[in-house]
C-alpha cells in the first residue's frame, strides 16, 4: 500500500476561471464567503437533488447533471456551492430559503447518495481544482440522445419514446441514487483534472476513480453541533479480492481509495508488488 499525502498540486493555468479558485480553511467547514454574483436552485427531495432556477458563474461548466435541459446539482454539490457562497439554495415550495445549517442536516442524514464523509474528500478535491462528478451517473444525456435518433432513422419509433426519454432520464438519476450503497467498497467519485475545455458531453476518461470503505457514521438529524464535531467510524482497508473488483468495474481506470478520520481527508493506492521466490 503506498499512501498518498497529496494528490499533486494541478495545473493552475488549466482553470479557466478565478472564480473556481477555492480554498478552505482549516476547521469543519469553511466560512461563507459573499459573492456579487449568486445562482439560485430549488431543493427537490424526491430526487435528492437541486434544480438551478437562477445560473449565474461559471461553475455549471464542471458541476451538476444536465437533464431535460435543466441543470441538477447533487447533495454534495449544493453544500459546496452554498458553503462559499455561490448559491442560494430555497425549498420546494418557492417559499423559503434553506440555510447552510438546513444543508448541513440534509447531508448529516445520509440518505441523498452521499454521507458526511463523502462529501468532506468531495471538498478537499474541489478545494485542489479537480472537477468532481458521481460514479455511475452521466453529465449529461446527448450521447444517448444522439443514438436514439440514429436508431430511429433507421426505423426506430421515434414519437412517444423520444417524447419519454426526457422523463426516463429524470426517473434514471433517482433510481440510480436510492440504489446506492453506503456500507461497502464502492467507487464514488470520478475525478478530472482541471480542464478549461471540460465539456459535459464529451468528458473522456476520468483521471481516477475515488473509491470509500468505511462505514457510514449515523448523525442525529436535529443536532448540528454533533454534525460538525463528530468523527467518522473507524474504516478498513479493502480487500484484495474487493480492490480486483473494484478494478473491473472501473475498466482498469486507476484507483484511489479515501478515508477520513477526525475530519483529516488521506487518499491511497495500491501497487502490485511481486515477491521473488526463494529456492
Known amino acids: ?88 439554495l430555497l425549498d420546494e415550495s418557492d417559499t423559503g430559503r434553506l440555510s447552510l445549517e438546513d444543508v448541513y442536516v440534509k447531508m448529516s442524514g445520509g440518505k441523498y447518495g452521499c454521507c458526511w464523509e463523502e462529501f468532506r ?33 433507421q426505423g426506430c419509433p421515434d414519437s412517444d419514446e423520444a417524447v419519454n426519454l426526457e422523463s426516463e432520464e429524470i426517473r434514471s438519476v433517482i433510481g440510480l441514487f436510492n440504489e446506492m450503497q453506503i ?25 481516477f476513480v475515488l473509491c470509500f470503505t468505511s462505514f457510514m457514521q449515523t448523525y442525529e438529524a436535529n443536532s448540528f453541533a454533533k454534525v460538525l464535531q463528530s468523527s467518522s467510524k473507524q474504516g478498513y482497508p479493502p480487500s484484495r479480492a474487493e480492490v480486483e473488483a473494484l478494478e473491473g468495474q472501473c475498466r482498469s481506470i486507476p484507483l484511489k481509495f479515501c478515508n477520513v478520520e477526525q475530519g483529516r481527508v488521506s487518499f491511497f493506492s495500491f501497487d502490485k508488488v511481486e515477491l521473488p521466490v526463494l529456492d
Request: glycine letters at 8%.
Open 1 to 88: 500500500m503506498e499512501p498518498l499525502d497529496s494528490l499533486g498540486e494541478p495545473d493552475i493555468n488549466d482553470i479557466e476561471e478565478e472564480e473556481e479558485q477555492v480554498h478552505y480553511a482549516s476547521g469543519p467547514a469553511s466560512k461563507l464567503q459573499p459573492r456579487a454574483v449568486v445562482s439560485k436552485a430549488r431543493w427537490n427531495d424526491e430526487m435528492g437533488m437541486a434544480q438551478v432556477v437562477v445560473q449565474k458563474g461559471t461553475f455549471s461548466k464542471s458541476t451538476g447533471i444536465v437533464r431535460s435541459g435543466n441543470l441538477y446539482y447533487s447533495i454534495e454539490e449544493v453544500l459546496f456551492l452554498v458553503e462559499i457562497g455561490a448559491l442560494v
Open 121 to 153: 474528500a468531495y471538498r478537499q478535491l474541489k478545494s485542489l481544482g479537480y472537477i468532481v462528478g458521481r460514479y455511475g451517473i452521466p453529465w449529461s444525456m446527448k450521447k444517448a440522445k444522439s443514438n436514439c435518433e440514429s436508431i430511429s432513422s
Open 183 to 207: 456500507n461497502e467498497a464502492r467507487p464514488v467519485f470520478n475525478v478530472y483534472l482541471p480542464n478549461s475545455k471540460f465539456r459535459k458531453s464529451s468528458p473522456g476518461d476520468p483521471c
